[in-house]
């Protein structure tokens, strides 16, 4: 990736039936790039892919394309190509004529077209299919012919609406890494969307996190997780502690109860915030040797380590130890400088960041009621 801007966004807005679906987003996207929209269903996602790709207009604000604007430019004028979830393969076709596809329409020459067919049949680890009918293929291999059938065309842009939704978890991982290699491979921009965190953090150069059609953070995938801006996007990203707190001076923070050294400044004096603190950065102590105590009210087992919930004044943690702790033990707990993240009060504070409610089945549940959409 440089930072060549390829794609504005700037202050775009979309409304559909007086609801506002996007509210004045404004996003730059680079050549090369490898951009994730991340963000919970109904958050505008697609709306905004559809806008680059030239399927809605939007009512106000600009789309740019290498410095121009280009809001009124039908999508087959635009140096862009989109791969759906579903993949919308000739079934008729065999795997060569569905990939040939684009070129067929430019005219290019039978040579050329063979050639380009069994590059993109290597680039997609597909070698040998090109006789298969299509709805012979797995998803899987049907979602690589219809990556192989966009990226033929040589689009300065790729867009792909969560591509991945319909695969199994394995195949899921295995496709991120490929998709991430081909990216890489090809230089083509991939503006990427998903609602699945772990997939946005593990695939992108930055990540976009929305919630109701407006942009929270822009950053790369390290910079969300540890320094997320505000309690939507600590809550959304991985799993948080999300404690209210005060920030009494430049690096001394109060939460539960106690003052804590941490590496955050520049807040007013006895400013209220919101503190973040990882499940995966508290230690587990003697009683003695802890700067908060609580009683651990649940454990569970996860293979690497164990997720347990512990009551400290009321408001429940999440802890990940690898050190064995028992129901109803009071436990110590150490938090260091820089396991504690201070954030700004905002709309979201409050909403998020408690375990009080917290059980796996409702976490399962929640998860499956997504995958249905
Ligand atoms: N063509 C449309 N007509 C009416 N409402 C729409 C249309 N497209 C999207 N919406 C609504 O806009 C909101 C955002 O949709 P969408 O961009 O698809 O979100 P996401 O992709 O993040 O799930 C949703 O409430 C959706 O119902
Ligand atoms: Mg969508």
Not at 64 to 89: M, S
Not at 218 to 247: H, K, Q, R, W
Not at 252 to 271: H, I, M, R, V
Request: charged share 25%; with cysteine; glycine share 8%.
């Amino acid at each position: 990736m440089n930072e060549t801007t390829l794609i504005s966004l700037r202050d775009v807005s979309k409304a559909f039936d007086g609801e506002t679906v996007l509210d004045a987003i404004s996003l730059d996207i680079h050549d090369k790039e490898f951009v994730t929209l991340l963000g919970p269903s109904g958050c505008g996602k697609t709306t905004t892919l559809r806008i680059i790709g030239g399927f809605e207009y939007p009512d106000a604000g600009t789309v740019i394309f290498d410095g121009k604007e280009i809001n009124d430019v039908p999508p087959y004028k635009r140096p862009v190509n989109t791969v759906f979830q579903k993949y919308a393969l000739f079934p008729n076709m065999n795997v060569f004529e569905n990939i040939a596809f684009g070129l067929r329409i430019k005219k290019t020459s039978e040579e050329e077209i063979v050639t380009r067919v069994k590059e993109m049949l290597a680039l997609v680890n597909l070698k040998g299919f090109e006789r298969r009918r299509v709805n012979t293929l797995s998803g899987g291999q049907q979602q690589r012919v219809a990556i192989a059938r966009a990226l033929i065309n040589n689009p300065k842009v790729l867009l792909l609406d969560e591509p991945l939704g319909a695969l199994d978890l394995k195949l899921r991982k295995d496709m991120q890494n490929e998709l991430k290699n081909m990216q890489q491979k090809t230089g083509i921009t991939f503006i990427y969307v998903t609602h699945d965190q772990e997939e946005a953090l593990s695939m992108s150069d930055t990540v976009v996190v929305m919630s109701g059609g407006k942009i929270q953070q822009i950053g790369s995938p390290t910079t969300i997780y540890n320094e997320p801006i505000n309690a939507f996007v600590a809550d959304f990203i991985g799993e948080s502690n999300i404690l209210n707190g005060v920030m009494i001076s430049d690096f001394k923070a109060k939460f539960s109860g106690q003052t804590f050294k941490c590496l955050d400044s520049g807040f007013a004096p006895n400013e209220p915030v919101d503190v973040v603190v990882r499940p995966e950065d508290v230690d587990v102590v003697p009683l003695d040797k802890g700067m908060l105590s609580g009683t651990v009210t649940s454990v569970t087992f996860k293979g690497v380590h164990y997720e347990i919930i512990v009551d400290i004044g009321g408001f429940k943690w999440m802890i990940q130890t690898t050190d064995f702790v028992a129901v109803g033990e009071i436990i110590g707990l150490y938090i260091e400088p820089d396991a504690i993240h201070v954030m700004k009060k905002s709309e979201f504070s409050g909403m998020f960041g408690d375990y009080s409610s917290y059980s796996d089945e409702l976490d399962r549940l929640s998860d499956v009621t997504e995958e249905n959409e």
